[in-house]
C-alpha cells in the first residue's frame, strides 16, 4: 500500500530549521503550508529564517530547544501540547556529523551525533505520531552516507544507514495508518554541514572530489518533498548521487574495502 501526502495546507514541525537543508524545507514549505514550526538552538539563526520567508505565507512559531537532550525533546512536545498547534508533517531533519579518526574523538562528542542523529529523530518521531493530524507525513533526513561504511566519518556514516533503515521500515508499517513517510538522502550539499562535523583543530572538512555529487540546498529539498507528495519511501536526489547509492550497494564487500583503504591512504578526498 502507498499514501501521498498533500503538502499544500500542511502545518509542519521542522527540527533544525535555523541553517542549511532545514531554512529551506521552510522557504519551500512557507508558501504551501498553514503553519510551520522551527526547532533549532540558535534563535537569532531562527528569527534570521522566519525573516527570509515570503510574506503572507505561512503562520510560523519558533522554538529554542536543543535536541540532543531530554530537556529539549521535552520542552517540544510541551510547546505542542501548550498552543493550538496541530501538526500533520514532521521533517527530521537536524543532524550532526564528526568528520576525524573515532579513536581521537572526544566521547562526548560520539554522543552529541548519536544523541541527535539517532535518539532524538526516534523519540521525536515516537511522540509525534500520536500528535500529528491525518493524512500525516515523516520526512527522516538521512544520507548518501547512508549506503557505505565512511571511515573517519564513522558514527555519522553508521548513525545514517540507522535512520534510512528505520525510515524505510516505517514506510511500509505506517501506510495503512495514513502517516506517509519518506527517507531522503542527499549527497554532499554546502550547507553549514562541514563547519559543524570539523573539529576543534581539525582538517579542513569540505573535501576535493565530491563535485559531481554535489546539489544545492534547493534542489535537495525540492527532492525530498516531492518524495513525500508521491508517497516514496526513500529518494536519492540527483541522478549521479543516485547512481552512487546503488553502485555502493551492488559493490561487492570486499572491493569496496580495498576502494576504501586506498581512500585513507591518500588522506581521503
Ligand atoms: N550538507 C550535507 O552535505 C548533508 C548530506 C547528507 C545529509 N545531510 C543531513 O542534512 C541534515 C541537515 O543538515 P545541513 O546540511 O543543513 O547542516 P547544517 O546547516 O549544519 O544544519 C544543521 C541544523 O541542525 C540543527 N542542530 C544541530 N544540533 C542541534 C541540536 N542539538 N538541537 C537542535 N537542532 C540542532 C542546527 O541548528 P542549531 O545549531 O541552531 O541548533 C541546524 O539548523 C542533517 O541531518 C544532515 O546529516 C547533510
Known sequence: MKTRFPLEGCRAVITGA???????????????????????????????????????????RLLVADLATDAGRDALLAALDATAFRPNLLVNNAGLGDYGRFDAAPAARSRAVLELNITALTLLTHALLPRLTRPAGILQVSSLGASLPVPELAVYAASKAYVSSFAEALAVELAPCGVTVTCLCPGPTPTGFSGAARRPGGPDTDRRGTGPLRMPPEAVVAAGLAALAAGRPSVHPGRTVAFAAWLFRVLPRPLLWSLLRRRAARGGD
Open 18 to 60: 535555523s541553517s542549511g537543508l532545514g531554512a529551506e524545507f521552510a522557504r519551500q514549505l512557507a508558501p504551501r503550508a498553514a503553519a510551520l514550526l522551527l526547532v533549532a538552538r540558535r534563535e537569532a539563526e531562527l528569527a534570521a529564517v522566519r525573516r527570509s520567508l515570503p510574506p503572507g505565507s505561512a503562520e510560523v
